[in-house]
């Protein structure tokens, strides 16, 4: 079994900055990719960002150049720097991770609301 504990997520205004955690414990897979997503109301769930276990990252066209992705191997965490936030990033975060065999794990995420 696997858990993803997020944290990290409030109320910021608009122009601000959050920094997301995601912790995974317990019988940890090979990890191929770990990530966050993000689903806001009426919509459906996306990519936000994502990092290999070699760190190559990806990021949703929406959050380039705002976003910074990172991972911790030895402390099975990553991060979500989250900077210029704007109304429109408001969302719940997921935090997934992906196994070398293509299982899929989630947190049960983070509420990120940003006002204007």
């Known amino acids: 079994q696997v858990q993803l504990v997020e944290s990290g997520g409030g109320l910021v205004q608009a122009g601000g900055s959050l920094r997301l955690s995601c912790v995974a414990s317990?019988?940890?897979?090979?990890?191929?990719?770990m990530g966050w997503y993000r689903q806001a109301p009426g919509k459906q769930r996306e990519l936000v960002a994502s990092i290999t276990l070699l760190s190559i990252t990806a990021y949703a066209d929406s959050v380039k150049g705002r976003f910074t992705i990172s991972r911790d191997n030895d402390k099975n965490t990553v991060y979500l720097q989250m900077n210029s936030l704007k109304p429109e990033d408001t969302a719940v975060y997921y935090c997934n991770l992906r196994s070398t065999d293509g299982l899929n794990y989630w947190g049960k995420g983070t509420l990120v609301t940003v006002s204007s």
């Open positions: 317990g019988s940890i897979p090979v990890i191929a990719t």
